[in-house]
């Protein structure tokens, strides 16, 4: 299955912050609410790009 370009590039911006959020929040001693922020972000921006990825047309 092949997506369109722009949807991929999408998802791996998301991701890579995603996962710079997430080595970020793995590595605070205490709370920190930006960084609680920053993760929830990233996620939600991870959930997004999933989404155009699903609702692109001819995926199954």
Not at 10 to 32: H, K, L, N, P, T
Not at 41 to 52: F, I, L, M
């Amino acid at each position: 299955m092949v997506i369109a370009d722009h949807l991929d590039l999408r998802w791996q911006s998301a991701y890579s912050a995603y996962r710079r959020a997430s080595g970020d929040v793995a590595i605070v001693e205490r709370s920190d609410p930006d960084m609680a922020r920053a993760m929830a972000v990233a996620s939600w921006e991870v959930a997004v790009a999933w989404r155009e990825i699903a609702d692109a047309p001819g995926l199954p």
